[in-house]
């Protein structure tokens, strides 16, 4: 899992209520990441940042907003306009662009009732 | 547009033999290939990449993949598997013409490895 932090390991919130999933990295990475996995769906990109202050959306971004006020930072917030937001969310980091693995962290469960 | 498939949901292998699972990919430029593995609730760990040269990839724990252009194939490899191999595994691809700024890699759906005492 690297020097990528993301907490909590599990959280559980009420339908409509917005929650905040926390990511945090020291490799001092520029780039960072959100993705969505799903049972039998690999995974799915939500939103990513190649430097402070600048963000891109994904594949499925709708219902999902994010922020990148510091490098080590990306905190994705999940709204109540998501749909299904119960899953499993992966925060990653790359050095840069083109052929730059991507490292992860240990993931969020999110669970909605 | 970029896409990969991993044509098995699940391989078993006995401990000891040879392993292999199975990727292949669409792009419209040259490929940058990647391998991850996933154990239960944990995030993704990488195992190695192709980017260019030799088509024959060396990367952690003994595995190995190798790139076939023509087939448009990178399966993963290892010659002995061991149980502690059992994980989900992800294969992932992007297109190196993709644009400056592009950071998107297309993920295959998985391919869960059991490895049988």
């Known amino acids: 899992d690297g020097g990528i932090t993301q907490s909590p390991k599990y959280l559980f919130r009420k339908e409509g209520q917005n929650v905040t999933l926390s990511c945090e990295q020291n490799?001092?990475?520029?780039?960072m990441y959100w993705y969505r996995q799903d049972p039998g769906q690999g995974l799915r990109l939500i939103y990513y940042s190649q430097i402070v202050n600048d963000f891109q959306k994904g594949d499925i971004a709708e219902g999902y907003s994010v922020s990148r006020e510091k490098k080590e930072s990306f905190p994705l917030t999940v709204t109540s306009a998501q749909k299904n937001p119960t899953a499993f969310y992966l925060c990653?980091?790359?050095?840069?662009?083109?052929?730059?693995?991507?490292?992860f962290g240990p993931g969020t469960r999110l669970t909605v009732t | 547009a970029q896409s990969v498939a991993q044509p098995e949901d699940q391989v078993n292998v006995a401990e000891g033999n040879p392993l292999t699972v199975k990727c292949t990919y669409s792009?419209?430029?040259?490929?940058?290939l990647f391998w991850y593995v996933q154990y239960p609730n944990r995030g993704l760990q990488f195992l190695l990449k192709y980017i260019t040269g030799d088509n024959l990839v060396k990367g952690s724990y003994g595995f190995e993949a190798e790139f076939n252009k023509s087939q448009t194939s990178f399966h993963l490899k290892k010659p002995s598997a061991l149980v502690s191999d059992s994980a989900l595994y992800f294969c992932a691809v992007r297109d190196a013409y993709s644009g400056a700024g592009s950071y998107q890699l297309t993920f295959g759906k998985g391919t869960k490895l059991s490895v049988i005492p």
């Open positions: 490799l001092n990475h520029d780039a």
């Open positions: 792009v419209s430029g040259n490929p940058y």
């Open positions: 990653a980091s790359s050095m840069g662009t083109l052929s730059y693995e991507q490292y």
